[in-house]
């Protein structure tokens, strides 16, 4: 059986989902965009992934890591795999990637309920807050500074001690910590939505000081950049095609 997509696509193979049995799956596509992008193809690949359930945010990357970042939510992995190679043949080169899950922490316990689906089926972008990053974070298992060996209930102490520092700046940060044991290299991504470019700043150096993360914590490379519309972003970041003023 097979099921036939529009705009010119070979018809591929139905397959059934591939879901978590809670949340979200989650994909961070950071991708080069070189001469041959056709942008009518990448607004395309991300209007297809909406039309069907998903959620899709994209950025304009600053620095030279890549140009163009894409984070997409869909229940489906296979769904998000579809992007990615829509993505592909529209002319994005993929320079890197991260493929996490939404989820509930084990220190979440007792969490209202509103907050808890907050976590596992998030709206996103929030309105309003424009600057953007992600880095992937593992906690430490060197000798003397091994998480995973401290009790549950020091461990429970130290990321409510984290977690206070990170309320404080409620209405300016929001953050997104997504699982990936066992799915990427790292254990979590945290992707965070800010207000100002200097709230990214300082948000993640005033947490660096919290013990669960100075004592325990390893970073990944981080992304930055600003959210918008994905047509604006592209119609931006291709020069030859809109004047910057």
Same mark, same amino acid.
């Given at each position: ?12 193979? #139905?397959?059934? =989902?591939? +879901? ?8 961070? %596509?950071?991708?080069?965009?070189? !001469? /041959? ?71 979440? #316990?007792?969490? =209202?309920? +509103? ?8 709206? %996103?972008?929030?309105?309003?807050? !424009? /600057? ?114």
């Amino acid at each position: 059986m097979s099921d036939y997509h529009p705009g010119g696509e070979q018809p591929v193979e #139905a397959l059934p =989902p591939v +879901e978590p049995s809670v949340g979200l799956g989650v994909v961070h %596509l950071f991708g080069k965009l070189g !001469p /041959a992008v056709d942008p009518t193809a990448v607004q395309e690949a991300v209007e297809r992934i909406r039309a069907g359930g998903g959620q899709v945010v994209a950025v304009a990357v600053l620095g030279h890591k890549a140009d163009l970042g894409i984070m997409a939510l869909h229940p489906d992995l296979w769904q998000l795999r579809d992007l990615q190679t829509r993505l592909g043949r529209a002319g994005v080169e993929i320079v890197d990637s991260y493929v996490s899950l939404t989820e509930l922490s084990e220190y979440a #316990a007792g969490l =209202p309920e +509103e907050a808890q689906q907050a976590r596992l089926h998030p709206q %996103l972008p929030p309105q309003g807050k !424009p /600057a953007w990053c992600f880095y992937p974070m593992s906690k430490r298992r060197n000798p003397g500074q091994n998480w995973y060996e401290l009790p549950f209930d020091r461990r429970r102490e130290l990321m409510y001690e984290h977690g206070a520092t990170g309320r404080k700046f409620s209405g300016r940060v929001l953050q997104l910590i997504t699982g990936s044991t066992g799915i990427d290299d790292y254990e979590w991504g945290v992707t965070l939505f800010c207000c100002h470019p200097d709230d990214l700043k300082e948000v993640v150096y005033k947490m660096r000081y919290d013990e669960a993360s100075a004592q325990y914590a390893e970073f990944g490379s981080f992304y930055a950049g600003m959210v918008a519309p994905i047509d604006i972003i592209l119609r931006r970041l291709s020069s030859d095609r809109v004047e910057i003023k």
